[in-house]
């Protein structure tokens, strides 16, 4: 597809992908008395290619509140820099999401100590940019490792991550995967509900260790508001945002096609959002929707899409 006919095709499509049409404002949604938390942009999630500065200029046209810090690209500025960066983002009446952990906890104990060694220097520059909040996700199987011997490896690396983490004020979030798809596609399932991610926080037994909810997750899972309830505004480190696509049911939802919030109403995020308005979470609120139509956008109207839709979502508790 040629670069006019692609406008010619983002022109006419984009208003489908979100439930109502796509206004490319630059409104922010108005806080009300019960939120706390920010509308997150986070660009790699959403197919765009975007550097911090980029990221940064796209978040603050198009009414985001928070935007996600990027260690690697970070750690290249110098303190001159870096101290420039945070005073436009403060200007821009921005603030700080939560950034990915860059270790590489997953594979073989040579690979994970080569990159351990590499976070001080990671977290020191993210701590120098005023970032207070990293985390991953947890593979939700394995071919190779047992629950037990899995569980055992997660800890153990993890707990290493963290103690250097909480050296540079960082908090830790993890974040499970919930589609029955994912978890029984190998030999061994491994952690993929809120109860076993909190058994694995007990289990490094660190501060400031949280989780990183999705509302894809949580309904994958088969939770429930109650289930949100049992956390507090200190147990969530970040919150991704996201709907399910329609007519497939729930065991049978495929991790990569998701949807924007509020695109179908699968997912009923009134009551995931009602209940961390009831919890107090603070913290940065971002869509993840591995959607292709979103992917195929150039930049502007993917992130213009993705306002149009969180703004949507936020008014179900303003």
């Known amino acids: 597809m ?10 006419a499509g984009v208003a489908a992908i979100v439930t109502a049409p796509v206004a490319f404002g630059v409104t922010r949604v108005p806080i009300a008395a019960g939120r706390r938390f920010t509308m997150d942009l986070r660009c790699g999630s959403l197919g765009v290619d975007a550097d911090l500065q980029q990221a940064i200029t796209l978040a603050a046209k198009y009414g985001f509140e928070s935007v996600a810090p990027e260690a690697e690209f970070l750690q290249k ?26 270790v590489n ?3 073989d104990e040579a690979s994970f100590q080569s990159s351990l060694r590499q976070l001080p220097a990671q977290a020191a520059a993210l701590q120098r940019a005023g970032v207070t909040r990293i985390g991953t996700w947890i593979s939700p199987s394995s071919a190779d490792l047992t629950y037990v011997a899995n569980f055992r490896m997660h800890a153990n690396r993890l707990r290493e991550c963290v103690r250097i983490l909480n050296d540079h004020g960082l908090r830790f979030g993890m974040e499970y995967v919930g589609p029955k798809t994912l978890w029984a596609s190998s030999r061994h ?27 894809w997750h949580w309904y994958t899972a088969h939770e429930t508001v109650e289930t949100l309830k049992t956390l507090t505004n ?12 329609a007519g497939i049911p729930v065991d049978e939802q495929i991790d990569q096609r998701r949807e924007l919030p509020c695109a179908t109403g699968v997912i009923d995020l009134k009551a995931f959002l009602s209940a961390l308005v009831e919890i ?6 971002r869509a993840e929707p591995f959607n292709s139509a979103l992917n195929q956008l150039e930049n502007e109207p993917a992130v213009a899409a993705t306002s149009e839709a969180m703004k949507t979502a936020f008014v179900l508790v303003e």
């Open 234 to 245: 200190a147990n969530i480190i970040a919150c991704d945002l996201n709907d399910a696509p």
């Open 2 to 11: 040629t670069r006019s006919n692609r406008r010619g095709f983002l022109n």
């Open 280 to 285: 107090q979470y603070d913290g940065p609120i």
């Open 105 to 107: 906890f997953r594979k």
């Open 189 to 215: 399932s491994f952690i993929h509900t809120l109860a076993e991610t909190k058994e694995l926080i007990a289990e490094i037994n660190e501060p400031h260790v949280g989780v990183i909810l999705d509302s």
């Open 77 to 102: 500025l110098t303190d001159a820099e870096s101290a420039e960066l945070v005073h436009r983002l403060k200007e821009l009446k921005l603030v700080w999401g939560a950034g990915s952990m860059p």
